[in-house]
C-alpha cells in the first residue's frame, strides 16, 4: 500500500499543483498573491517545511508529522502547530536541504533515509515576511523521533486520511496580528489539536492532491 502511495504522489507532484485556490480555503486572512505584496513589502526571507510521510504497518495506514511549537517561543507562530521547518541557512545547498536539516534539528528524522519527492506550492506568511516552501518527504519506516526539548513541545503524528474528514474542519476565534484584532478562522482539528493559518493553508493543497490518488 505504501508503495502505491509513493508511486502516485510523485506523480502528482509533477503535474500542475492545486496552488493559491486550494490554499485559499483555509485562509484565515483573505490574503492577495504574493506579488501583490511586492510593492509594499521588503524582500521575504526564505524558509522550508518538511512534509513527512511513512508507514505504519500496525495500523495499514500512511501517516505525517506535526509539531506544536512551545508557547513561549519568540516569534509570530509560536504555541501553533506546524510541520517541522525553519529558516534557510547559507550552508544550505538548497531549500529541500534547509527542510531536511530543520527536520533532523527538530524532530530526530534522519535525513540519510528520506527520499525528497517533490514539493508543495510556496506560501507566503505576512506576519513574519517569510515565503515558506513545502517540501514532501518519503521515509520507508518509521523515524526514532527525538524531539529538540527548546524548539519542539510534543509531536503530532496523524493518519493523512484525517485530512479528508470533513468533520474535522471547523472554525475557531483566533487573534490576527495582521488585522488587530479576534476573527473566526477555517482550521483542522485533529487529535484534539487545532491547525490553522499557514499550516492548515499547505495542508489544504495536500488535501486536495490525495482526493485524486
Not at 508511486?7 to 506579488?35: C, H, N, W, Y
Not at 534522519?110 to 513545502?134: C, E, H, K
Request: charged fraction near 30%.
Amino acid at each position: 500500500m505504501f508503495k502505491e502511495f509513493v508511486r502516485k504522489i510523485s506523480i502528482e507532484l509533477k503535474k500542475d499543483l492545486p496552488g493559491f485556490t486550494a490554499q485559499q480555503l483555509m485562509d484565515p486572512i483573505r490574503r492577495v498573491k504574493f506579488d501583490e505584496y511586492l510593492s509594499e513589502k521588503e524582500v521575504p526571507k526564505k524558509s522550508a517545511v518538511l512534509i513527512l510521510f511513512y508507514p505504519d504497518p500496525l495500523q495499514l495506514s500512511i501517516k505525517t508529522v506535526l509539531i506544536l511549537r512551545p508557547e513561549n517561543e519568540v516569534g509570530s507562530h509560536a504555541g501553533q502547530v506546524s510541520f517541522p521547518g525553519g529558516g534557510y541557512d547559507v550552508s544550505d545547498k538548497d531549500l529541500s536541504e534547509t527542510a531536511l536539516r530543520e527536520a533532523e534539528e527538530e524532530i530526530g528524522a534522519d535525513r540519510q533515509y528520506i527520499a525528497v519527492a517533490g514539493a508543495l506550492t510556496p506560501l507566503y506568511i505576512p506576519v513574519s515576511n517569510y515565503m515558506v516552501f513545502p517540501f514532501v518527504g518519503i521515509a520507508n519506516i518509521r523515524p526514532e523521533f527525538k524531539i529538540h526539548p527548546i524548539e519542539v513541545e510534543s509531536l503530532l503524528e496523524c493518519d493523512i486520511n484525517e485530512f479528508l474528514l470533513e468533520e474535522n474542519k471547523t472554525k475557531v476565534l483566533r487573534h490576527i496580528k495582521l488585522a488587530k484584532k479576534d476573527i473566526e478562522v477555517p482550521c483542522y482539528r485533529i487529535n484534539k489539536k487545532i491547525i490553522w493559518g499557514a499550516t492548515a493553508m499547505m495542508i489544504s493543497e495536500l488535501e486536495e492532491m490525495l482526493r485524486k490518488l
